[in-house]
């Protein structure tokens, strides 16, 4: 199967693509979809068999499994600290520029836009100020949170995760582009410990091979960090 559709309420659909998942957010003038999938490339269609309100995409971060999709647009909101890295795979279309504080409003459903760098550079977050969940792509998840290769900022991260704490009152889930929908809040601070005691030396670490590179897995109890030795 190649992906589903779940819709979570009357105007909310997330959608499911073999271990990524994206979602479609509609208000009373437009619809956006929050990423475009990894194996997918019709998003457009998918989201087309949802809603007839005109679409647009949002990227989360620039990561392959998040953008499979983005050549049906011709342009997409970005924070312009990924657009580098969309470039160097390949990708195309025009970046229209979002980061912390914009506000995206689809119709009487405002999305604020929340730069949460360390897993990559132009990581962000969507809260959704009415519907009191924020869409955290991949750095605020129960699976494994890839800190390895270029651009990854352990550093930047827990930072992240520290300011997100600040503005916890605002929401009530958090929708992760990868592992269990949703988690909790609560999930934030312990990630945040966990970042921490990993630059300290004190997460265990186990080696594993991934695509061919040797790779440490520091178990963090409430997820795991992928990280280079
Ligand atoms: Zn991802």
Same mark, same amino acid.
């Given at each position: 199967? &190649?992906?589903?559709?779940?819709? #979570?309420?009357? @105007?909310?659909?997330?959608?499911? =693509?073999?271990?990524?998942?994206?979602?479609? *957010?509609?208000?009373?003038?437009?619809? $956006?979809?929050?990423? !475009?999938?990894? %194996?997918?490339? @019709?998003?457009?269609?998918?989201?087309?068999? $949802?809603?007839?309100?005109?679409?647009?995409?949002?990227?989360?971060?620039?990561?392959?499994?998040?953008?499979?999709? @983005?050549?049906?647009?011709?342009?997409?909101?970005?924070?312009? &600290? =990924?657009?580098?890295?969309?470039? /160097?795979?390949?990708? /195309?279309?025009?970046?229209?520029?979002?980061?912390?504080?914009?506000?995206? =409003? *689809?119709?009487?459903?405002? $999305?604020?836009?929340?730069? #949460?760098?360390?897993?990559?550079?132009? !990581?962000?977050?969507? *809260?959704?100020?009415?519907?009191?969940?924020?869409?955290?792509?991949?750095? #605020? /998840?129960?699976?494994? #949170?890839?800190?390895?290769?270029?651009?990854?900022?352990?550093?930047?991260?827990?930072? %992240?995760?520290?300011?997100?704490?600040?503005?916890?009152?605002?929401?009530?889930?958090?929708?992760? %582009?990868?592992?269990?929908?949703?988690?909790?809040?609560?999930?934030?601070?312990?990630?945040?410990?966990? &970042?921490?005691?990993?630059?300290?030396?004190?997460?265990?670490?186990?080696?594993? =091979?991934?695509?061919? /590179? !040797?790779?440490?897995?520091?178990? &963090?109890?409430?997820?795991?960090?992928?990280?280079?030795?």
């Amino acid at each position: 199967m &190649a992906h589903q559709v779940v819709r #979570i309420n009357e @105007n909310t659909w997330r959608i499911e =693509d073999q271990g990524v998942r994206f979602f479609l *957010l509609a208000g009373t003038e437009k619809a $956006l979809l929050v990423d !475009s999938g990894m %194996s997918v490339r @019709n998003a457009r269609e998918i989201a087309g068999e $949802l809603t007839g309100l005109p679409l647009e995409l949002l990227n989360t971060h620039a990561d392959r499994d998040h953008i499979g999709s @983005n050549a049906e647009f011709d342009r997409f909101y970005m924070h312009p &600290a =990924d657009e580098p890295a969309y470039r /160097q795979g390949g990708g /195309q279309g025009t970046v229209i520029p979002v980061g912390e504080g914009d506000i995206l =409003d *689809l119709g009487d459903r405002p $999305l604020d836009i929340i730069h #949460i760098p360390g897993h990559t550079p132009g !990581s962000i977050a969507v *809260l959704d100020v009415k519907g009191r969940f924020l869409i955290s792509g991949d750095p #605020i /998840q129960d699976g494994n #949170i890839f800190m390895f290769g270029p651009n990854r900022d352990m550093n930047a991260y827990a930072m %992240s995760l520290a300011r997100l704490e600040g503005v916890m009152d605002r929401f009530d889930e958090i929708w992760p %582009s990868h592992g269990s929908f949703p988690v909790s809040p609560a999930l934030i601070p312990q990630l945040r410990e966990a &970042a921490e005691k990993q630059m300290a030396g004190e997460l265990a670490g186990t080696k594993i =091979d991934m695509f061919g /590179q !040797s790779i440490v897995r520091y178990d &963090a109890g409430c997820a795991g960090f992928l990280c280079t030795e």
